[in-house]
């Protein structure tokens, strides 16, 4: 089974230096291939996809003025073309919205593929880095399980994440239990269950919104391209992840003990993308984060031997 770990590092400011470098670059060669495709499509009304942008991207790093292409590994570069292609994959599908450019203050991230990392008594070593990533283990991958690709993000607040992806063919459930249980989703309570148990929403967003809107109106004040403004931008960052990390450490032990408790696992199956369409509970349902409720219960389930349905919702009032 596929897992993946997320872990918190502290880069060397060598490290650093050539992860952001990286990051430009994966950012530079996306940017570039979604103008070329869109461009191509505009003007010709010719598709372009990854075996031609990849030939392109041969030909950019040929070029003098583009010539730092070559001073990071290519893999993360040929990962961004691949992530490109997926998706226009998605988009016309009809499952997502035409790509966007990405933008430097978002961070970004790089993906690394075997050839580009090596993976040596339990340590992480990335492509043109002569050290280790000081990972901070929160928690080990398990024994004989070789991490397949890896991918390194920087955060807006500045933090550093780094993403192991690898097969675990042991599948350790939980012992069984008779019990089976139906959630309800909202926002008053995050869940009810079909027992009558009411889970209280914590509401993260709003704990912290004076805060924020006080950071972000001083944000605002300060001169685009100057020094403050860029720590006003990082501490905004910091408070949205603040938000982020405690939703997310709620959630994670709110659906584990859920998995834990029950055999059987029903939910409503929400169109949450609808739902937030309306302007005076949109705020309010992002920060209930249903999407990732039923997203965590799922792969959870499916790790520990659990059942997980997802049902209509009329059905489930029923």
């Known amino acids: 089974m596929e897992k993946a770990y997320s872990y918190r590092f502290y880069p060397t400011p060598e490290q650093e230096s050539l992860l952001r470098r990286t990051l430009g670059c994966v950012r530079l060669v996306y940017n570039k291939a979604l103008h070329e495709r869109t461009q191509s499509w505009y003007k010709r009304q010719e598709r372009v996809g990854y075996t031609q942008t990849s030939s392109m991207l041969t030909d950019w790093k040929k070029q003098e003025e583009l010539n730092f292409l070559n001073e990071v590994s290519c893999v993360p570069l040929q990962q961004g073309l691949r992530h490109l292609q997926t998706a226009f994959t998605n988009f016309f599908a009809g499952r997502t919205k035409y790509p966007n450019f990405k933008k430097k ?142 939703r997310k450490d709620h959630l994670h032990k709110l659906t584990t003990q859920l998995v834990r408790e029950n055999q059987t696992i029903v939910a409503e199956n929400l169109a949450v993308k609808n739902l937030v369409k309306n302007p005076k509970l949109s705020q309010a349902i992002s920060d209930a984060s249903w999407g990732e409720i039923t997203r965590q219960l799922a792969y959870k389930c499916r790790w520990y031997g659990r059942n997980y349905i997802e049902i209509d919702r009329v059905r489930l009032r029923r």
Do not use: M
């Open 105 to 246: 203050h978002q961070g970004g991230s790089a993906e690394f593929t075997k050839s580009a990392f090596k993976f040596k008594e339990k340590q992480i070593y990335l492509a043109k880095c002569s050290e280790p990533l000081a990972i901070r283990w929160s928690r080990q991958i398990p024994d004989k399980c070789e991490p397949s690709t890896v991918t390194v993000r920087l955060h807006p607040s500045g933090r550093w994440h780094i993403s192991i992806k690898f097969d675990d063919p042991i599948i350790q459930p939980l012992p069984a239990t008779d019990k089976a249980i139906g959630i309800d989703l909202g926002i008053s309570s995050l869940v009810i269950t079909s027992d009558g148990d009411k889970i209280s929403n914590p509401q993260h967003y709003k704990k912290h919104y004076r805060r924020l809107r006080q950071a972000q109106k001083s944000l605002a004040r300060k001169q685009k391209g100057s020094k403050n403004r860029e720590k006003a931008r990082i501490k905004v960052a910091k408070i949205h992840a603040q938000i982020t990390d405690s």
